[in-house]
């Protein structure tokens, strides 16, 4: 008998009902079960080793959103909330998305970038070209400190050099910052304007004091979160740089 995580009715089903299904469907084992029906699965010896300062652990209801069509395969996905109907609600997704043939994800490798900034560079272009016509060299130092790494498929793997294309002096620049606070009308604004002085996008920051989060394109892409600073030359009396972010950082640090 095929497995599916379109199962009607499961909603009224009884939590033991439920965790059989489940069981069924993930071939789970008798223990796994019994760790499953236990309201303190995390005990205080594996919780002290996952964080600092521990003092108790705090448990939340563990449902099922079913219906799950990914990549033409079924899945039940565990969801751990204390707020009601996000389930209910993500399950009803999930049985419009199916009748469409499911959802469809890709991912791209799990690499990260490091970024090193020179300042004050006489000739940009030069420099690049000199950089990239010892990438090869770069790149092997750089994986010389960790053989470990490399060896179990990480290391460094690639190099990019870029250069912004901005004058070396502005003309009486005025600089404008718009980061999503409680609203997002300061962000709003900021990008507003840039968009009507035409500025262009000269640096991306990526900086770890960012939320931990992905951000999603409309066309399904996800990058992680970034700060954006773009220039305007040559309007009116003023050049202008603007600085907004996906996020608001998250300590005093990143501020």
């Known amino acids: ?16 009902e439920r965790i059989k299904h ?6 789970l084992t008798d223990q796994e ?13 594996m919780a002290d080793r996952m964080i600092e300062n521990v003092v108790g652990t705090f448990p939340l209801p563990l449902g099922i959103a079913m219906n799950f069509l990914i990549n033409k395969k079924d899945y039940m996905i565990p969801m751990a909330i204390e707020e009601p109907s996000v389930i209910a609600a993500a399950t009803y997704a999930a049985k419009m998305a199916r009748e469409k043939g499911g959802f469809f994800t890709c991912s791209t490798d799990p690499i990260m970038i490091g970024q090193i900034q020179a300042v004050d560079i006489k000739d940009p272009f030069a420099a690049k070209m000199k950089i990239l016509s010892t990438k090869k060299e770069i790149l092997g130092k750089a994986n010389d400190q960790d053989p470990m790494l490399v060896s179990v498929g990480g290391g460094a793997k690639d190099l990019e050099v870029k250069y912004d294309e901005i004058r070396d002096s502005l003309t009486d620049p005025i600089v404008l910052i718009g980061f999503p606070g409680i609203a997002l009308v300061g962000k709003l604004a900021v990008s507003n304007i840039a968009k009507t002085l035409s500025a262009k996008p000269c640096q991306a920051i990526f900086f770890a004091d960012f939320p931990p989060q992905a951000m999603v394109s409309a066309k399904g892409f ?4 970034k700060a954006t600073l773009s220039v305007a030359q040559d309007v009116g009396d003023h050049d202008f740089l603007i600085l907004t972010a996906d996020y608001q950082p998250i300590s005093q640090a990143g501020i």
């Open 33 to 45: 079960v019994k760790i499953l029906q236990s309201t303190g699965a995390l005990g205080m010896e």
């Open 22 to 27: 489940v069981k069924d469907f993930a071939d």
């Open 222 to 225: 996800m990058r992680v979160p």
């Open 1 to 16: 008998m095929k497995k599916t995580s379109q199962i009607s009715g499961f909603y009224k089903l009884t939590p033991k």
